[in-house]
């Protein structure tokens, strides 16, 4: 197929034919009266309740209203003359809109919105409008316009073609989608019998036509039309209009696009009693209820009938490579809760989940949805892949823990499926389980919405049971999967579904992904800090959340999306983030306070990293409070002075002065301090990295800044990368300034540089017992069409890579012997990525990026990169962040988990007295990830994993003295078995917070993990 064809369609394909559709349809519509016109105008959106009529003034039809983004109403008014029985309304508009009443009340929606390979509709550039009322022989309604430019680009003007008053002729109108139906099929089969007949008879039927023989024409179709299906094969159809949360248009674009979809989906479900329809995303539908409470309650009621189905349990359709396994976590809490409570939706009912465009699918995803009830996964995305073609579109998918899910992706690979005959057996044709005979067809306009139209709906009438096609029944996608997880499904793919394009969504639009990654340790600290003193989070968290999870839709926090969308994501992660410290400044005044001298310590003992206890004299007015999983020993820096702190797991410790270190080393061309000692060449580049015993780290020089070239990949810019990059001449930055100094137990080496459209200001650092090298950074970007990436080739490479997702760490390989490893020359790993063989290992760290490169014998990390679509502004601009690296021992993989938690989670300074480790394990490798209140009740909930892929048995401490809201005091130092046999129960639940097995109390002394398992225990105060 050419590009024209995949683009235009029909028009492309067979003009000849497409002709003969246009002049089929003049025949439909006789207009009878024209209707008046008015407008007015607006920048941003304006609620019907809040338009001033006075300001309506004529509009002509032909004229343009307004640009990309621009706002409209139109009032509509006009009168029926006598003697016209059964009126139509027709719209014409370049864009969309909804349609109201003159009381306010949602009639339908109109779009002339062009999608790739659109087949003709039978109004031309008009839509028939339903529900406007014409019995008092009176028009009069009003039309809420937006135009959002055309396809993927901001060009373009909206426009009104006109209104006018018709009267529909239902033989042309059923001969046209008769025509349309075997026109599509005669091209698309491969049987050359059946095309020749089809063509024969649509000739017969034309001429028919010309001869002015309307019934002789439909009578020439109707024996094809009549001819049964031999296939064996039945697509199971749903309706759906998948609508972008921002994407092309901004956020308060898609809450008018949600009324839009819903309201002509409901208008379907009324005329077509067999339809189903089926929608994803629960926040629209909570802009629904708030927005349009009227087609909420249609909504809910066409839920409770049946017709429409809710697909998916996520509050959005996220990325899933970017976001924490926490906010995975809470994406199913929040949309499941929301749809349960609202629509009164059954366990069953949400087994499925439905991400179809999301850019690929982190490994231990399986395991996140079988812990919210999900059993089934539907995507079409890896039909994308530019380089192999997935090898199935239905198989079982185990991730990393061992758990598996049902996978079924869509074969003709799309979620906006036209549904005519070349879409069916395309979908046949690229089908490898073809043999199960069966697939899901989900068909409707979509990417901005809409669902389906008239053209879907009469294909699909004619389509149930046609020969040269497979049968297609309507269904819902449950109903299909109940279906399918019968059948013997014969393949089993393990690990991560990689999406072998978009990997430059992994960096585009850093600031959005350094937000992400602050906010969400942010919300990590404030629910922890709930627990320690009683406070309810719920209610203040509630928002924050929502905002957060829908700021992780999939083209959102990837990058991809226009300017406006970025702009108002920052800002609003920078709200959250001081709501969030104002927040948690609060909690920890909650603390029991240090009172300056004697214990000071709020009447506990203190307690030392070994949980040790002391009656020292206090030495210092602050305490380091730390909200992670990890003892901590490190020095921090408090005003002027040196601190070291030596504080447990979720407990706080008083600072006491840094000892003097005297393994410190500053030379003109180094850095050191007793366990690392660092060598740099004239362009800052470490060429020698030897660590205590004299082994090298550095093989080919660590953290070389290269820019490279990274061209404009048509037509998806900010998503793509070229992966022959590495093959384009690069410039590695030049250093123009270096100084170096001392600072208490640290040593430091600054490095600025300069070039016309970058520079790079870095603060290496060693600190005194660390062997961790650090580099904070400051970049002010202006590239065009470049990347910049941090290049480090260490002696220590294997043959595989591990990189962290969300609660574990996959492994990849670094070489590139097949198409499918060269395939994978960018990936996604959050705080850390390690590679070793048998004489050590080498590891990166960060605070904020996730695109990384690990292949023969280079580990780069993706910094920064500079593309023009949609956002032609994207990441130019002042850049902070950190990333470190550090040795570590062959099977010292907790280190490096350990770093990483202390490089992304810095000690709280605060004055709150010190307290003993409120929630700890005995084994490094399992995480405590997240201390919460349990999201219905009382009780306290947390959330923990295996970290290091081993099977483990550890035991839980808890000293919480209350888990119940209300409590004022820390916790205090208490016997773990005690205070769980004699305070509270202990329950392992899923991570929806419901019981898992019988429900019964959890051995806190042993709790024993798979692989990566995760562990959710609620806490709750024994009755």
Known sequence: MGFGDFLFGLAARQPAEYRRLRAIRRRIYRRVAPLHAEIVRSSEPIAFADVDRSRFEPLRPGSAWGGVFDCAWLRITGEVPAGVEN?????GIRGEGLVYSPAG???DSVSTVFQQGDHPHSGGRYRPIQGVDVSNGRIEFYADVAYNGFILYEVGRGRYHGAQLATRDDEAYSFYYDYLTLVVLADATDDAALASELR???????????????????????????APSTSD??????????????????????????????VRAMNALERRPDYVYGTSQPQQMHWMQQEHPALFDRMKAAVADGRMELQGSFWVEPDTNLPSGESLVRQALVGRGFLQEQFGLTDEQL??????????????????????????FQTIKLAWNKTNDFPHRTFTWQGIDGSSVLVHMPPEGDYNSRAGADNLLTGLARYPEKALETALLVYGSGDGGGGPNEIHHELTDRERDLRGLPKVRMSTAGDFFRRLEQRDIAHTHVGELYLETHQGTYTTQAQIKRHNRLVERKLHEVEAL?????????????AHWREVLLNQFHDIIPGSSIARVN????????????????????????????????????????????????????????????????????????DDGWYRAEVGPYAAAVLRPADAASDLAVTDHGLGNGLLTLRFDADGVIVSCRDADGAEHAEAGLNRLVVHRDPY?????????NPDYVKRPTRVLRLSHVESGMDGPTVWRTQEYRSRAVTVRQRIVLEAGSDVVRFETEVDWHEKHRMLRAEFRPAHFGDTVRCEIQFGHIERVTTERDSVEQAQFEVCAHKWIATEDSGGGFALLNDAKYGHRAKNGLLSLNLLRAPTFPDKTADRGIHRFTYAFTPFATGDLAKVVREAYRLNNPLQVTDAAPFEPAVSVDDPGVIIETVKRAEHGDGVVLRLYESLGRATTTALRVALPRVSMGAATPPAPTDAAASVTGTFTAVETDLLERPAGAGEDVDLERLEFGPFEIKTIRLETRP
Not at 245 to 255: D, G, Q, S
Not at 530 to 542: E, I, S
Request: hydrophobic share 40%.
């Open 105 to 107: 009340e949602l009639l």
């Open 530 to 542: 709930a627990v320690l003193t009683g406070d309810d989070h719920r209610p203040v968290l509630a």
């Open 567 to 638: 702009r108002e994501a920052i800002a609003t992660y920078e709200r959250i983030e001081r709501e969030l410290d104002v927040y948690a400044a609060e909690l920890v005044g909650r603390l029991p306070q240090r009172s300056g001298s004697g214990s000071g310590s709020g009447g506990y003992p203190r307690a030392d990293a070994a949980g040790a206890t002391s009656s020292a004299p206090v030495t210092s007015p602050r305490t380091a409070l730390n909200l992670t999983s990890h003892a901590r020993d490190e020095i921090v820096k408090v």
């Open 87 to 91: 009126p139509v309304v027709l719209l």
């Open 351 to 376: 087994r499925l989940c439905w991400l179809p465009d999301t850019f690929g699918y982190n490994g231990n995803l399986p395991q996140i949805l079988k812990k919210s009830g999900m059993d089934w």
């Open 713 to 721: 990949v048509w037509p998806f810019n900010a998503w793509d990368i």
């Open 200 to 226: 024969r008879d649509l000739s017969s039927a034309w001429a028919a036509f010309k001869g002015g023989d309307l019934a002789g024409a439909r009578s020439a179709l109707a024996p094809a039309l009549a």
């Open 233 to 262: 094969f039945t697509y199971d159809a749903v309706g759906h209009g998948h609508l972008d949360m921002a994407w092309l248009w901004p956020l308060r674009e898609t809450h008018r696009k949600s009324a839009r979809t819903y």
